[in-house]
């Protein structure tokens, strides 16, 4: 079965300084991993998307994550944090069960960015 | 703007009470879905669409029913609300799954819902 762990329920950064949102996956076969973004009172946003080709994945507003396999972590990254970065961050699997879609969400990480 | 739409964004029921919450999409999505946010929990499926007529439960759907019964349109039913129903509500779509290529879903933008 697919699962996602977000490994920090809150990140704090100041403005300007690199982001690291960790999460760790677990699944039987090769997923396709997501990265939401979701700003306070709104509804999620597609930052990026992992579908097996390149395994460093280039996302909106700057952000980025990688594949990798050995250590089965999919993490985003951020060379300088903005303060519109801050908002929720969900890591989600997805796999095709029953012939539908399925996305599994990791709890979230909070990403507070301080001026 | 394409996209999903929800409506109402807020509601209070009393415990007990009935209420539909709509979902309309206008993308030509296959796939419809509802999940519940709750602190710390992440988003989790309550029920699912893979087409009109269709409708399948997910992780948690006791106290819930939907229907489908156009393709652009999924409701979600609560026939008697209770505060453990306390929750932000989010639509979402996506296109059917082609040859394996897994698709990103598309939400709304919520609706708040409190039991009292």
């Not at chain 2, 993308?27 to 296959?30: F, G, I, K, R």
């Given at each position: 079965a697919q699962s996602v762990t977000q490994l920090d329920s809150h990140v704090s950064v100041s403005e300007g300084t690199p982001v690291l949102l960790r999460c760790n996956y677990s699944s039987s076969y090769s997923p396709s991993l997501f990265w939401y973004v979701q700003h306070p009172n709104k509804g999620l946003q597609l930052l990026l998307k992992y579908t097996?080709?390149?395994?460093l994945v280039k996302g909106i507003n700057g952000f980025e994550a990688e594949f990798k396999k050995s250590e089965t972590s999919f993490h985003l990254t951020k060379p300088s944090a903005h303060m519109s970065d801050a908002a929720e961050y969900f890591c989600v699997v997805s796999s095709i069960s029953g012939g539908y879609n399925k996305l599994i969400f990791g709890a979230g990480t909070r990403l507070a960015v301080h001026p | 703007n394409a996209g999903v739409t929800q409506t109402p964004k807020f509601r209070v029921l009393k415990t007990g009470q009935s209420m539909t919450l709509l979902c309309a999409q206008d993308?030509?999505?296959?796939y419809m879905y509802w999940y519940r946010q709750d602190p710390g929990m992440g988003l989790r499926l309550i029920h699912y669409s893979v087409g009109e007529g269709t409708t399948a439960k997910g992780e948690v759907p006791d106290g819930y029913n939907v229907s489908r019964?156009?393709?652009q349109n999924f409701l979600l039913g609560l026939e008697s609300a209770a505060p453990s129903q306390t929750s932000v509500y989010f639509c979402a779509s996506s296109y059917g799954t082609r040859q394996g290529t897994v698709y990103g879903y598309t939400f709304g933008s919520g609706t708040r819902l409190t039991v009292v």
């Open positions: 097996s080709a390149a395994t | 993308m030509n999505h296959e019964l156009k393709k």
